[in-house]
């Protein structure tokens, strides 16, 4: 104990802080894998400054975002570092919520960072979080079953692709099933899935004068498409399937090809999780008629509510936890495969990445081509790919991904669940007073 | 009068046939906290596996347990005091001294306890902020205290009116003042009673979730923020889930089971008849 | 608090009101103040998200709440949902009470086991029966039926409000079974003997002598399971989250869906203001209806 405060002093002394005493940082994060390891390694943060300590919030990702949200928006003080994604950090700038990372020190090395990625984390120029890793869409496939069937992925495939590959090796006698995709109802679940989908089939949520467009033919062709193959092909309960759900499934070797996050790549890789280690293909999202706006974009990310009572030290922590080396130190610890991906260039310029990453350059080619700010092939007045930038989306997405859930369920017609997704999105909208000003 | 044979084993069927059932669901999440994560998700299920303790020391090594443990206890046992010091006097003169409306009385109280949380949780945030009560063991303890108040109050109320008034009447005529009365008179003969509503309280209070995990960030949280911490992580989750449930319910559960003869006992005295 | 004279009271006339005064102000407190604000919010455009919005709106909340399309559907799913339980519970309960009255070898460890649920947290049990049970794939249910030879049931998407009763009944069967338990054992075993002398026998038995001793702690048991199901949330948000569609949404889950989750405050207090005056007039029945019950 002695030693630490005597050790803590010197620091103090050394680096001339007038700080006189500990400095205590409440982290608020998500309990992913990556943030778990985060939490682990952090006790080295926090030998090198014995000013700082850190206490961690861990919580799951809907109760973290409730718990945040009512702190930032109240001005609560509570937390000091906020684990937040995409949705959150342009709309929490914009209201002055968030300290924005100016000044960067340039051992940083911002450039560094995908600039698509920084987009999504911006607003109005100013960058609001520090990506803790990104993540894009991308289709994995069991080779064995393929190759069993003698059958291909193309490297760019098209939904159609995926319906007739997955017919081959659909084979549920034997437990296997031909297609997995998210069908649990949630903003941040099947809504964020079916979103770039219905995309690249033409269909947008909105038009410019925020007219809601649900019930455009280009929606119903995307929907009874999905549907569709999760009813041919889909495993039992696909309605209730989450990304969890999904990643065991496909980990356990149940699924034939799965559609879902970039990051699910490395879990696949890990033989703690995964009983299919070899056996994984890897190809670009899959595309309806056009490829724009076909794959979502992600980051978790680190910011600071401008409530926090350290920011410096707070930002100290982030560069920390976002940078170089710190990938450096997972990759030392864990091996190259399971650091956390998609935010800095230089890690893919890296060659034992790629040596232990076969899925690396699908990830960062997906990741760079997303473009937050023009996800659609008509234009949108809002931002966002996999969902719609504004606060009222997280009711309009959950009621609308409950509509389609109940698609996928079968207790619904797709014409008759947009009918009442285009009621709730446009009446959210109105009685919201979009457009703005 | 002894029972036929065939009809003591059809109790006994009977009785152990319900309580497995009921039972079950714990028993389950009880084995798979034992197993390793591929085993947990097996078909067909595993009933015979080798257990292992790592989820354990995996949910132990993330978390510190005995914080949240002991935010439990205090918590719910401080709400339970406090309940008890504000209610029984309340059910005492609803009890003894009802006024025309002790009833209407009643019934609002009750009625207080069903306001949806969800309905006013910014209300409640901003009062809890601006009296500078987040995140504090304090504030949950007033909070349970007000949320478990109205039962509380109406089940200490059926005990008292259980008293034979006789027997309050005497130790009038005998000169004892109403507080005397209160202490050395009422409080022991409805004890059981008392002891019951304490230990409903305590049980409602652990496991309250809505309240404790929006109010409170690292210095208060109980063990249901703890559970918050475990539900639906990437990957595989099952067996490392069902550690941390056990580790959540495990105390309350055996001082359940330990106190429910006393819980029985005094439901018997009161509400209960 | 007005006192008079009546024959209950005991003593002389001390004054109720220091005695009363904390918990009623504290309780005040906690319904006023809370209540205020959220009238007060309920009547404004306040977004915690948005801070274009502000302003007097009038009832212009409520009327956004009352044109939900989803509304009556919520309140209809609520009344099945706090029904079916208590159905169930009662009736499952006094299954599980009658059981363990009698006599049988481990009688105390079976009473152990049957009430167990009752102390698990709603998280907890929704997460042990979603997960570990009711899962399509993985669940227990699921291999049983498989080798059954009969199509796996996907409880959650084809029987939503069902499952999650399922899950809510198994919480409170056990106060039931724990209540009715404690209300048997007081049965006067001579009053029974002698009907049985009589020639009543089983069922009869039952219906004539123990279903009326019951009455009085089937309906403790209703109303304070009321209560505590009118506001049921953990259980759907872990396992369905109201889906699907609108299958299991009820009202406490419909002000969460339309109002939390954008921290629209004025929404959210709107819904507020309309559930608190539904569990008040609820209330008033629910005891009305059986204080007659009560007065015993």
């Given at each position: 104990m002695k030693s630490v405060v005597l050790g803590g002093l010197a620091a103090m002394l050394l680096c001339g802080s007038a700080l006189a005493q500990t400095t205590t940082l409440t982290v608020a994060t998500v309990n992913n894998n990556d943030m778990v390891v985060m939490q682990r390694l952090s006790k080295q943060f926090e030998e090198q400054n014995?000013?700082?300590?850190?206490?961690?919030?861990?919580?799951?990702?809907?109760?973290?975002?409730?718990?945040?949200?009512?702190?930032?928006?109240?001005?609560?003080?509570?937390?000091?570092?906020?684990?937040?994604?995409?949705?959150?950090?342009?709309?929490?700038?914009?209201?002055?919520?968030?300290?924005?990372?100016?000044?960067?020190?340039?051992?940083?090395?911002?450039?560094?960072?995908?600039?698509?990625?920084?987009?999504?984390?911006?607003?109005?120029?100013?960058?609001?979080?520090?990506?803790?890793?990104?993540?894009?869409?991308?289709?994995?496939?069991?080779?064995?079953?393929?190759?069993?069937?003698?059958?291909?992925?193309?490297?760019?495939?098209?939904?159609?692709?995926?319906?007739?590959?997955?017919?081959?090796?659909?084979?549920?006698?034997?437990?296997?099933?031909?297609?997995?995709?998210?069908?649990?109802?949630?903003?941040?679940?099947?809504?964020?899935?079916?979103?770039?989908?219905?995309?690249?089939?033409?269909?947008?949520?909105?038009?410019?004068?925020?007219?809601?467009?649900?019930?455009?033919?280009?929606?119903?062709?995307?929907?009874?498409?999905?549907?569709?193959?999760?009813?041919?092909?889909?495993?039992?309960?696909?309605?209730?399937?989450?990304?969890?759900?999904?990643?065991?499934?496909?980990?356990?070797?149940?699924?034939?090809?799965?559609?879902?996050?970039?990051?699910?790549?490395?879990?696949?890789?890990?033989?703690?999780?995964?009983?299919?280690?070899?056996?994984?293909?890897?190809?670009?999202?899959?595309?309806?008629?056009?490829?724009?706006?076909?794959?979502?974009?992600?980051?978790?990310?680190?910011?600071?509510?401008?409530?926090?009572?350290?920011?410096?030290?707070?930002?100290?922590?982030?560069?920390?936890?976002?940078?170089?080396?710190?990938?450096?130190?997972?990759?030392?610890?864990?091996?190259?495969?399971?650091?956390?991906?998609?935010?800095?260039?230089?890690?893919?310029?890296?060659?034992?990445?790629?040596?232990?990453?076969?899925?690396?350059?699908?990830?960062?080619?997906?990741?760079?081509?997303?473009?937050?700010?023009?996800?659609?092939?008509?234009?949108?007045?809002?931002?966002?790919?996999?969902?719609?930038?504004?606060?009222?989306?997280?009711?309009?997405?959950?009621?609308?991904?409950?509509e389609f859930g109940a698609v996928i369920a079968g207790q619904k017609s797709v014409d008759d669940a947009l009918k009442a997704s285009q009621a709730i999105a446009q009446r959210a909208v109105d009685e919201a007073g979009y457009p703005k000003k | 009068m002894e029972r036929p044979l065939t009809q003591r084993i059809f109790a006994a069927v009977a009785g152990w046939g319900l309580a497995i059932i009921m039972f079950f669901p714990i028993l389950w999440m009880a084995m798979t906290a034992f197993k390793r994560e591929p085993e947990a998700i097996a078909s067909p299920p595993l009933i015979f596996f080798e257990p292992t303790l790592r989820n354990f020391e995996q949910v132990l090594d993330r978390a510190d347990y005995l914080h949240f443990f002991f935010n439990s206890v205090i918590v719910s046992v401080g709400s339970t005091l406090l309940g008890l010091a504000v209610g029984l006097p309340a059910a005492y003169a609803l009890a003894f001294h009802p006024g025309k409306r002790a009833k209407d009385l009643l019934v609002w109280m009750l009625s207080t306890k069903m306001m949806p949380a969800v309905g006013v949780l910014v209300p409640i945030y901003l009062m809890f902020k601006s009296a500078g009560l987040l995140d504090s063991r304090i504030g949950l303890v007033v909070l349970y205290m007000l949320v478990n108040l109205p039962i509380i109050i109406w089940m200490l109320f059926t005990f008292f009116r259980e008293v034979p008034r006789e027997i309050l009447e005497a130790a009038r005529l005998d000169g004892a003042r109403p507080l005397r009365q209160f202490i050395h008179l009422l409080i022991p003969l409805t004890a059981p009673g008392i002891a019951s509503t304490a230990l409903l309280s305590i049980i409602l209070a652990w496991n309250e979730a809505f309240w404790s995990i929006n109010l409170t960030v690292s210095n208060a949280t109980p063990l249901t923020a703890f559970i918050a911490s475990f539900s639906s992580p990437q990957g595989l989750f099952w067996a490392k889930l069902s550690a941390a449930s056990l580790l959540a319910i495990g105390p309350i559960l055996v001082f359940g089971w330990i106190t429910q003869r006393q819980l029985v006992r005094g439901l018997t005295f009161g509400a209960v008849k | 608090m007005q006192r008079n004279a009546s024959t209950d009271s005991i003593g002389p006339m001390?004054?109720?009101?220091?005695?009363?005064?904390?918990?009623?102000?504290?309780?005040?407190?906690?319904?006023?103040?809370?209540?205020?604000?959220?009238?007060?919010?309920?009547?404004?455009?306040?977004?915690?998200?948005?801070?274009?919005?502000?302003?007097?709106?009038?009832?212009?909340?409520?009327?956004?709440?009352?044109?939900?399309?989803?509304?009556?559907?919520?309140?209809?799913?609520?009344?099945?949902?706090?029904?079916?339980?208590?159905?169930?519970?009662?009736?499952?309960?006094?299954?599980?009470?009658?059981?363990?009255?009698?006599?049988?070898?481990?009688?105390?460890?079976?009473?152990?086991?049957?009430?167990?649920?009752?102390?698990?947290?709603?998280?907890?049990?929704?997460?042990?029966?979603?997960?570990?049970?009711?899962?399509?794939?993985?669940?227990?249910?699921?291999?049983?039926?498989?080798?059954?030879?009969?199509?796996?049931?996907?409880?959650?998407?084809?029987?939503?409000?069902?499952?999650?009763?399922?899950?809510?009944?198994?919480?409170?069967?056990?106060?039931?079974?724990?209540?009715?338990?404690?209300?048997?054992?007081?049965?006067?075993?001579?009053?029974?003997?002698?009907?049985?002398?009589?020639?009543?026998?089983?069922?009869?038995?039952?219906?004539?002598?123990?279903?009326?001793?019951?009455?009085?702690?089937?309906?403790?048991?209703?109303?304070?399971?009321?209560?505590?199901?009118?506001?049921?949330?953990?259980?759907?948000?872990?396992?369905?989250?109201?889906?699907?569609?609108?299958?299991?949404?009820?009202?406490?889950?419909?002000?969460?869906?339309?109002?939390?989750?954008d921290y629209n405050v004025g929404w959210a207090s709107a819904g507020g203001v309309i559930a608190i005056i539904l569990a008040n007039i609820v209330a008033y029945f629910l005891v009305r209806t059986i204080s007659h019950n009560l007065d015993r």
């Open positions: 014995p000013d700082i300590k850190l206490n961690w919030v861990v919580l799951e990702e809907n109760t973290l975002r409730q718990r945040l949200t009512t702190d930032i928006s109240t001005n609560g003080g509570q937390y000091d570092i906020m684990t937040i994604g995409m949705f959150e950090a342009p709309m929490w700038g914009e209201r002055g919520w968030l300290v924005p990372f100016e000044n960067v020190p340039a051992e940083y090395e911002l450039d560094d960072v995908l600039q698509s990625v920084r987009d999504g984390l911006s607003f109005d120029g100013k960058l609001f979080a520090l990506p803790f890793y990104a993540e894009s869409q991308m289709t994995f496939y069991r080779k064995d079953l393929l190759e069993a069937k003698g059958v291909t992925m193309p490297e760019r495939p098209t939904w159609k692709d995926i319906g007739d590959v997955g017919a081959k090796i659909h084979d549920p006698s034997n437990g296997v099933y031909g297609v997995c995709l998210r069908g649990k109802p949630g903003w941040g679940e099947n809504v964020g899935q079916i979103t770039p989908a219905a995309n690249s089939y033409g269909a947008r949520w909105f038009d410019e004068q925020w007219k809601a467009q649900l019930d455009t033919p280009q929606w119903k062709e995307a929907l009874a498409m999905y549907v569709d193959l999760l009813n041919k092909y889909g495993p039992p309960g696909a309605s209730s399937n989450g990304y969890n759900e999904n990643l065991a499934l496909f980990a356990s070797g149940k699924c034939g090809i799965w559609v879902d996050a970039t990051v699910s790549a490395g879990f696949l890789a890990d033989p703690d999780q995964s009983t299919v280690i070899d056996k994984v293909g890897y190809a670009y999202p899959p595309y309806g008629k056009f490829d724009k706006g076909n794959h979502y974009l992600w980051a978790w990310s680190l910011a600071v509510p401008v409530s926090s009572k350290s920011p410096e030290a707070a930002n100290k922590f982030i560069y920390w936890a976002t940078s170089k080396d710190y990938i450096d130190l997972v990759a030392e610890e864990t091996g190259w495969a399971t650091v956390p991906p998609g935010t800095r260039r230089s890690t893919y310029a890296n060659a034992e990445y790629i040596e232990a990453a076969p899925f690396a350059k699908i990830t960062m080619d997906t990741i760079q081509s997303a473009d937050v700010n023009g996800p659609t092939q008509e234009p949108v007045p809002y931002r966002g790919i996999g969902f719609v930038g504004i606060p009222e989306f997280q009711s309009i997405g959950t009621a609308v991904g409950q | - | 001390i004054s109720t009101r220091p005695l009363l005064a904390p918990s009623v102000i504290l309780l005040l407190i906690w319904m006023i103040v809370p209540l205020a604000l959220t009238l007060w919010f309920s009547m404004q455009r306040y977004s915690l998200l948005d801070a274009s919005a502000g302003g007097f709106v009038g009832f212009r909340n409520y009327v956004f709440l009352f044109t939900d399309p989803n509304l009556f559907n919520a309140l209809a799913n609520t009344i099945f949902l706090v029904a079916g339980v208590l159905v169930a519970s009662v009736v499952i309960g006094l299954a599980c009470a009658v059981a363990l009255d009698q006599q049988f070898p481990g009688r105390g460890i079976a009473r152990l086991l049957c009430i167990a649920p009752f102390f698990v947290m709603p998280t907890v049990s929704a997460l042990i029966w979603k997960n570990l049970l009711m899962h399509p794939v993985n669940g227990l249910f699921a291999y049983i039926s498989r080798t059954l030879g009969l199509p796996v049931v996907d409880w959650f998407a084809q029987w939503p409000l069902f499952s999650v009763g399922v899950i809510v009944a198994w919480q409170w069967i056990p106060f039931a079974t724990l209540i009715l338990l404690t209300s048997l054992q007081s049965l006067d075993r001579d009053q029974v003997e002698a009907a049985r002398m009589d020639g009543a026998k089983g069922l009869r038995l039952f219906r004539f002598i123990t279903l009326p001793h019951l009455a009085r702690s089937i309906t403790i048991v209703v109303m304070i399971e009321t209560i505590f199901l009118l506001s049921v949330f953990a259980e759907i948000f872990v396992t369905t989250a109201g889906g699907p569609g609108n299958a299991s949404t009820t009202l406490p889950f419909l002000i969460y869906k339309v109002a939390l989750l």
